[in-house]
């Protein structure tokens, strides 16, 4: 069974990275920050339950939101960095389309 050449199917595969590229940063910034937010509330909420007549719910509120927000800012950064990455490989498989397509046209002066 031999297996013929079908540009759509860069095509498709580009357009599924450029899909991929449009969300990844979403994902990405929400997944760092979730890891953030348990890193820090897991802690917070045994301070909270062995110091129940405490007032420091504000200071453990500021270090919960901090140490989601850090993490979410990296992941916002690795999100772009993987977004970039993907659209690049998008353009190169564009890229090799356009020369099949190209170099299978017909010449003008023949």
């Known amino acids: ?7 759509e199917v860069l095509q ?5 990275l450029y899909h991929e590229a449009a969300s990844i940063v979403f994902w990405t910034a929400a997944r760092y920050g979730s890891y953030g937010f348990g890193v820090a509330a897991i ?17 453990l509120l500021v270090v ?5 927000f850090i993490p979410l800012v ?5 999100g772009q960095r993987k977004s970039f990455e993907l659209k690049l490989e ?12 190209n170099s299978r046209a017909p010449s003008a002066s023949a």
């Open 1 to 7: 069974m031999a297996t013929n050449y079908d540009p």
């Open 12 to 16: 498709k595969y580009a357009d599924w």
């Open 43 to 59: 802690p917070a909420a045994f301070y909270k339950h062995s110091q129940p007549y405490s007032n420091d719910n504000g200071s």
């Open 64 to 68: 919960v939101l901090i140490f989601t």
């Open 74 to 78: 990296f992941g916002i950064l690795a």
């Open 90 to 101: 998008a353009q190169k498989v564009l890229c090799q389309r356009q020369i099949e397509m």
